[in-house]
């Protein structure tokens, strides 16, 4: 069975630099897509970036300040942000997609973690 489990998340000043992780379970190819989602207070999930054995994207919001990456030894997905601003503040959940490509529809993900709280300090 597939579990995802994200860390990293906690309580950054704005400008900061938190590096959030998803590690894997259940699954030992990098075949699948894994992308990275978040919540904020009220908002509908946002798709922040994804990446796939072809392909990486990446939310407008976040280009050129958050950067994915994987570690297929590790079985791990990375998301370094920088530059935090306040409407970074969110629950960020990473799932997995059952195909070899992303998608920014979240409907789509089959496998989703319990989510790592973000959230600017003042």
């Known amino acids: 069975q597939v579990q995802l489990v994200e860390s990293g998340g906690g309580l950054v000043q704005p400008g900061g630099s938190p590096r959030l992780s998803c590690a894997a379970s259940?699954?030992?190819?990098?075949?699948?897509?894994i992308g990275w989602f978040r919540q904020a207070p009220g908002k509908e999930r946002e798709g922040v970036s994804c990446?796939?054995?072809?392909?990486?994207y990446y939310a407008d919001s976040v280009k050129g300040r958050f950067t994915i990456s994987r570690d297929n030894v590790k079985n791990t997905v990375y998301l370094q942000m920088n530059n935090l601003k306040p409407d970074d503040t969110a629950v960020y959940y990473c799932?997995?997609?059952?195909?070899?490509?992303?998608?920014?529809?979240?409907?789509?993900?089959?496998?989703w973690g319990q989510g790592t709280q973000v959230a600017g300090s003042s």
């Open positions: 990446t796939s054995r072809t392909s990486i």
């Open positions: 259940g699954v030992t190819s990098d075949y699948y897509a």
């Open positions: 799932a997995m997609l059952d195909v070899s490509f992303c998608s920014r529809d979240a409907s789509r993900y089959i496998y």
